[in-house]
Structure formats: C-alpha cells, structure tokens
C-alpha cells in the first residue's frame, strides 16, 4: 500500500523592511509617485536608500506604505512636503511612545 | 441612496465662503485622517465624508449644482452635459488621498465617478490587482527560531466567468525567523487578480509578537522585566534567567538599583541588525508576614537609614 503524501507549498515571502532591494523606478510605480517626486522625499529626508548616486538607490518595501502616507498627508491635509514629514516624524514618535506606554502598563 | 446634507457634516452655515469651507475642511482633516487616527473605524467613516463634501463645497461649479439639485436629488436625474463636464474635471492625484475615490452613490449619481477612481475596474488599461494586507499573531519564540504557519482569508479571486468575487483561501506561510514586532512580509502576485491583463496584486501579512507575561517587544528589542530581592541587589548575584534566545546567567553588580537596565548586546530579535535584550532589575520586597521576617527588618532599623535625606526631612 502506497503511502499518500499530502503536498503543501509553504509560501516564503520576503521581509519588507528588511531587503533592500526596490530601484527608484519601481518604488515609483509601486507608489504611483513620480521619481522627481521620490527624489524630493529623499532631499527631505523622508526616505533614505542605500547606495551612493541615485542609480545605485535602493529602497526597501516598507517605503512603498511610507511614500503612499507622506501622499495621502499632502492630499488631504493639503500640505507641503515638509508639513508632511514633520506629520510623519510626529506620528511614529507617537507610535513609540504608545509601544513604550503599553509595556509600562501593568 | 440617501441624500447627504454637505453643509452639516463640514458644520458650517449654507452661505459659508471659501476660506470658512477651506479652513474647517483642515481642521476636520486633521482631527479625522485615518493615518494620524489608526484603527478608529468611526472617524475614517467621518473622514470620507469630510472629503466628499469638500470636494463638492470647495469647487464652485459643483457647488452650485450641488445647492440648486442636491436636496431633492434622485438617481438618474443626472444630465448628460452635467456629467460630461465633471468628468473632465478627474482629479489626476493618482492614487492620493484617503478617503479619494470612494464616494457616496449619492455622490456619483450627481458627479458621476469618472476621473476620480485610481483604483476603479472600469479603466480599459492594464491594472496592477489590489494589495491583500493580513496581520497573524505569534508568539516570541517564533520570531526567535522562525516557523509556519496556515492562514485563511477571504480575497477577491478572479471566477471562471471573468467576474471578481470574494472567495476564501488558505495559504501556508513561513514565519521567518528574526522577524520585528509589527513586521511584514509581502507574498508576490497572492493578492487579488488584475484586470485586462495586469499582474495580481501582493498579500502583506503583518506579524504582531503576542503579549507574553515576561517579555515585551517593540520593533527588534525585547524587554524583560526581573524581580530580584533587596539582599541580592545590595550584594550582587548570579541569577539565571531564561530568555528567548536561551538561558543566560545574569550578573546583577552590588549595589544595583531598581528600575537599572543591563542591557544584552544582539540577544533580542535576530533581525538583519540584531535587536537588544534589555532586563529592568525590580527589587521586590519580602512581605512582613511572620516573626521571622518582622524581625530581620526590626534589625534592619539598626541602619538608621534615611531614604529621606535629600528632602532634608527625618
């Protein structure tokens, strides 16, 4: 008697802000913003990519929902690219301290 | 289809102008937006409200059809000039804001919808399928060693037929080893299809470390909390502690406080840049339940210890 094996694909994904590994041009077209666009969030320090001339850039994944974020600010709240980043600065501060706030909790 | 009464969602009187609309559209934006509000399913609810009658009140044609049809408004009534004219209006934004593109159907009946939908299925392009986002719950040692696990979701899927239906669907995943608190990995092409030829959209899942009595988490660093005894923090001790990443003998100095950290250099999370393993000393004191110990702390006074020096009071 034969023995049935079940076979199950185990899906391996990839860290997302881990690897490093988008190009400005797909961290573009993954974020619908347009490379001039990213390479003001890099001037404003918002993203931060490794390597040295902008076609060595690259971006980690979690840059996408970051991007998306800092659009979502200057749209709807109707502000420049700095108001953005300060919002974004002043939102993962908050994150921290709610992280540090729970932990403190008994 | 319910009519929505614009000036009262924004809270401002029907002869309202530009710069009242503009200002309290910020301050409503502000107080709402999803992304400075994160999980407060009300206030998104309020937001996209806030947005849509903005987009109507802000722009002075709009605003106009808007006073002079809106109250009696009914589905089909629009003409077919009126929508033409809105829809070369779209607002190019791709992809922008958060309440953009999901609008009332009281809305669209009036506007139309043309123009305004990044993410609408009735583009003749090739369209990249939506993003699926999941969160799983795991327990520390599984961001320690890694492991797997059975996920089920519902998902749009793309039926026989051509239509998209939301369908379940059970996927096995690896939980990698060394991932941070609120870390993500992202499954290539497992989100919902694309249309007319484009590719399937990715599937995030979002790890969250679950509460555990001893250890907490925040991104790679994972804290530790350790009760010792007056006697072992005023002489020193070894004491061992077990940890995520194996038993560790811990040397508490003489003369350590509470609330003093130690902190172990790349023992929390085994991420590309290893977390940190802080322990937080915490004296607990023996209670005062017995002869015994009553008496060892009668023999204590003998210290005449002040912890009241500074106040320069006795």
Same mark, same amino acid.
């Given at each position: 008697m034969g023995v049935k094996y079940n076979i199950i694909h185990v899906h391996q994904g990839r860290m997302v802000d881990e690897e490093e590994d988008l190009t400005l041009m797909e961290l573009s077209r993954l974020s619908r913003v347009s490379p001039t666009g990213l390479i003001e969030m890099v001037e404003e320090g918002i993203l931060e990519p490794s390597g040295e001339r902008v076609r060595e850039w690259r971006f980690s994944f979690s840059m996408v929902e970051r991007v998306r974020r800092v659009t979502r600010f200057q749209h709807d709240l109707e502000v420049n690219l700095a108001g953005a980043a300060l919002a974004l600065h002043l939102l993962e501060k908050i994150v921290k301290?709610?992280?540090?706030?729970?932990?403190?909790?008994? | 289809m319910n009519h929505k009464d614009y000036y009262s969602i924004l809270g401002i009187d029907?002869?309202?102008?530009?710069?009242? !609309?503009?200002k309290t559209y910020r301050q409503l934006a502000r107080k709402y937006h999803p992304d400075v509000n994160h999980n407060n399913a009300? &206030?998104?609810?309020?937001?996209?409200?806030?947005?849509?009658?903005?987009?109507?009140?802000?722009?002075?044609?709009?605003?106009?059809?808007?006073?002079?049809? &809106?109250?009696?408004? #009914?589905?089909?009534?629009?003409?077919?000039?009126?929508?033409?004219?809105?829809q070369q209006q779209g607002n190019t934004y791709a992809g922008g804001g958060f309440g953009g593109g999901d609008y009332s159907d009281f809305f669209e009946s009036m506007f139309g919808s043309g123009g305004h939908r990044g993410g609408s299925?009735?583009?003749p392009f090739q369209q990249k399928g939506e993003d699926v986002n999941a969160s799983l719950s795991i327990p520390i040692e599984e961001a320690y060693h890694g492991s797997s696990r059975t996920i089920t979701f519902t998902t749009p899927t793309l039926s026989p037929d051509g239509q998209v239906e939301n369908k379940?669907?059970?996927?096995?995943? #690896?939980?990698?080893?060394?991932i941070?608190?609120?870390?993500? !990995?992202? *499954?290539?092409g497992q989100g919902g299809p694309g249309q007319n030829g484009g590719a399937a959209g990715d599937m995030y899942i979002r790890f969250d470390i679950e509460k555990h009595p001893i250890f907490s988490v925040e991104g790679a660093d994972v804290f530790l909390t350790l009760p010792i005894a007056p006697w072992e923090a005023a002489l020193g001790a070894k004491i061992n502690v077990s940890t995520p990443a194996g038993a560790v003998k811990l040397n508490i100095p003489t003369g350590s406080a509470s609330g003093q950290k130690m902190r172990l250099k790349g023992m929390g999370i085994p991420a590309k840049k290893p977390g940190n393993l802080y322990v937080e000393l915490q004296i607990v004191l023996p209670p005062a339940e017995n002869? #015994?110990?009553?008496?060892?702390?009668?023999?204590?006074?003998? *210290?005449?210890f002040n912890p009241r020096e500074y106040f320069g009071v006795s």
């Open positions: 301290l709610e992280a540090m706030l729970q932990r403190r909790a008994p | 029907k002869n309202a102008d530009a710069a009242k !609309i503009k009300a &206030g998104e609810k309020k937001f996209k409200e806030v947005v849509e009658a903005y987009e109507v009140l802000k722009d002075p044609e709009k605003r106009k059809a808007y006073d002079q049809y &809106g109250a009696n408004w #009914k589905a089909g009534q629009r003409q077919q000039g009126q929508q033409h004219q809105y299925g009735r583009s379940k669907k059970t996927l096995h995943v #690896k939980v990698p080893k060394g941070k608190n609120g870390g993500k !990995i992202r *499954l290539k002869d #015994k110990a009553r008496q060892l702390y009668q023999k204590m006074q003998e *210290l005449n």
